[in-house]
């Protein structure tokens, strides 16, 4: 029998996952988590054999609850199929990567190939993975681009990463730059949409 642990905020989407999961013969789902912030504690507490990870959950996201279990069986299945997703999952030792709108079978199919070692990843998602090409962001970039994305101000940032606001400044216009955007609100909606950050 294969233990999953489920992760996913949308209460209703866990629960049909869970369900649907029930019903094949070797998967049994032995926790289910609606924050990212539960779900280290609950592989602590339940040791699944294989993980499945939503992306965006309150507390920490995904990709971060990812880079903190190495050398675990995980599976992303997101609503936000961005090839830098697919990048970040692969680089944090995730070995899954398929759409919600995956069907049931995919998803099982998914969990057993992980089980066994291999990996699962959606061709289209690869391939446009593929074709993106990497970020061109720093570390540094990102975190600026990020913290502004989610509306805090230039102080805000420079006080959170331990920088001065001239040095978040030239960060966000480095991205802008790079991103060939005119502005910050365009570089925050192109790197959102590559998945960059």
Known sequence: MIRVLLADDQHLIREALAMMLEFEEDLTVVAQCGRGDDVIPAVTAHDPDVIVLDIEMPGLDGLTVAERLPGRAMLILSTFARPGYLRRAI????????PKDASSAELAEAIRRIHAGG????????????MAGESPL???????????????????????????EGTVRNYLSNA??????????????????????
């Open 91 to 98: 680089a944090a030792g995730v070995r899954g990567f398929i």
């Open 119 to 130: 990996r699962y990843l959606d061709p289209e998602l690869a391939a446009s993975a593929m």
């Open 138 to 164: 720093t570390d540094r970039e990102r975190d600026t681009l990020s913290l502004a994305a989610s509306g805090a101000s230039v102080a805000d940032i420079a006080t959170r990463l331990h920088l001065t």
């Open 176 to 197: 802008m730059t790079k991103l060939g955007a005119p502005n910050r609100l365009t570089a925050i909606h192109q790197a959102q949409r590559m998945g960059w950050i």
